[in-house]
Structure formats: structure tokens, C-alpha cells
């Protein structure tokens, strides 16, 4: 469970690290899993959807529910202890489905795409109280998400606080211009992890993924949402959609089905 002030901390520099969202035998599991899978995707042997950096090189691996991956930890995982102690108080009891994915990093370069925020697309011609309404920091929380770090990982770099404000000019050329995406900004903090700790982190701060080719990166992004009765069915995600197969749901651990019904009818498939 959070504290009030790791709480504080996460609302107003939009990320807060804890050290027990995993128990030490599931953070080994995690790993060797995580390991098997990276493995298997570069050589072609499974591949659910992966964002590939080049041929042969994911730098995201999704899909880890599928029966195909074999790995049944990873969802396993979401429903332990450690992980409903932070997410219930939260969000409640009734969840819909979240995720995990893997972050890793490509073997032949340096890799990351530069500064974004998830789910709001800053753009030039955005006044300040269209960006804020977009942010909307102060609004209750439909969902957690964290980077759980499997081996030490400090690739996610973020602007505290730029969750909550209107962007500065520069950090709008940084968003928006393809040139200077990866330009650094006045401010920016990589998040220090070890092994076995994890960021609780607000998608809509500044943010950007930097990955050395001779670091290896093993961080599992896993989140929650929270279940409630409104909700408008919506075109699915495409990177989710392999999640609608027919064998993914009895894939699930039995308390994942409830929470994947909820998530499953909201989502329009054409
Ligand atoms: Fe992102």
C-alpha cells in the first residue's frame, strides 16, 4: 500500500518508486521468464506482437498471456499479494483487465523514440487549458501502472512534474519535432530501479525510453484498471487485439476471467 507520502509524491512528480510490488521467488520466476521469451521472439520462434527496433531486435514484447508464450507467470503475477496490496486500495475490488509487457533493449544499437506522452498528443496549436483539460491531473484513478524491473534498468526518463503543467516551448519542439525528439530537457530524471523494485509512473508525464545496446533491459510494464459499469465499447487497440483469440481466456488464471469479461465487452472487433 502506498503511503501518503509516496502518494504525494506520485500526484505531483508523476512517478514514485517502491521496493515490494514483487515477493523475491516471483521476481526470480519473472525473470527467467522473461529471459525465455526474449529468446524465443529474437529467433523467430514465437511472436504474439512485438515492436520490433530491427529484424530480429523487439524492444517490446506484448502477447505474454497467449498460451503460445507458455509462460503462465506473468499473469499469474498480476494477481499476487504484493501487487493487489498497492492496486485494490486504489482501484477497488471489481478490476477490469490490465496487462504486462516486456521492455527490452535491441542487442545491435541504441535505441528509444524519443519524448511522448501516452494517451494525450501534444500539438503546437494546443492552449494551455486544452492541454490541462487533456491532462486532467487531478482526476480519480482509473488505473495503476508500473515498470517492474527484472535486472537494474534506468532507460525511463521522465520530466517530474510535466504530468500536471502546460509544456515549456522547448519540451513542445521536443514532442512534436522529429529532429530534436530526443534532445535532452532541462530537468530530466531517469528513474534509478534495482532489480526488484518498480515505478508506479502517470502515462501523460514527458517521458522517453533510453536503451544502450550493452545494457540489458528486462522491465515488465504491468497494470490494472478499474471496473465500473459505464463505459463505452470502443474499436480494440490493435496491439491488444491478439487478445480476443479464442484461447487466451481459458489461457487465463481463473481469477483473470472475470476481469478479462469486463475488459472483453468493451472492446469492438470488425
Ligand atoms: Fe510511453
Known amino acids: 500500500m502506498f503511503t501518503d507520502k509516496q502518494l504525494d509524491h506520485y500526484r505531483t512528480e508523476g512517478f514514485v518508486i517502491v521496493d515490494d510490488v514483487v515477493d523475491p521467488d516471483m521476481l526470480a520466476r519473472l525473470l527467467e521468464a522473461a529471459k525465455r521469451v526474449k529468446q524465443k521472439v529474437r529467433v523467430g520462434e514465437v511472436d504474439i506482437y512485438t515492436h520490433w527496433a530491427g529484424p530480429g531486435e523487439p524492444w517490446a514484447i506484448r502477447g505474454l498471456f497467449a498460451p503460445e508464450i507458455g509462460e503462465p507467470d506473468f499473469a499469474d503475477y498480476l494477481l499476487t499479494d504484493p501487487v493487489m496490496k498497492y492496486v485494490q486500495p486504489i482501484l477497488g475490488d471489481e478490476l477490469r483487465l490490465g496487462g504486462v509487457l516486456i521492455f527490452t533493449n535491441p542487442y545491435d544499437d541504441d535505441y528509444g523514440f524519443g519524448w511522448h506522452r501516452d494517451s494525450v498528443r501534444t500539438k503546437a496549436e494546443m492552449g494551455e487549458e486544452e492541454e490541462l483539460e487533456l491532462l486532467n491531473p ?125 475488459w472483453r465487452a468493451l472492446q469492438v472487433d470488425y
Not at 166 to 195: F, M, W
Not at 210 to 228: A, I, N, Q, Y
Open 138 to 262: 487531478d482526476a480519480p484513478m482509473n488505473g495503476l501502472r508500473w515498470h517492474l524491473a527484472l535486472v537494474d534498468d534506468a532507460c525511463l526518463m521522465v520530466v517530474p512534474g510535466s504530468h500536471r503543467r502546460y509544456r515549456t516551448p522547448h519540451e513542445l519542439q521536443c514532442l512534436t519535432e522529429a529532429e530534436v525528439r530526443n534532445e535532452d530537457i532541462s530537468g530530466q530524471y531517469a528513474i534509478p530501479l534495482k532489480a526488484g523494485q518498480a515505478a508506479f509512473w502517470n502515462g501523460k508525464i514527458i517521458h522517453r525510453g533510453v536503451m544502450k545496446k550493452d545494457v540489458e533491459r528486462l522491465t515488465l510494464s504491468c497494470s490494472w484498471s478499474k471496473h465500473s459499469e459505464e463505459g463505452t465499447p470502443k474499436d480494440v487497440d490493435p496491439r491488444l487485439r491478439w487478445l480476443l483469440a479464442n484461447n487466451v481466456r481459458d489461457a487465463l488464471p481463473e481469477e483473470m476471467q472475470v476481469p478479462y469479461d469486463r
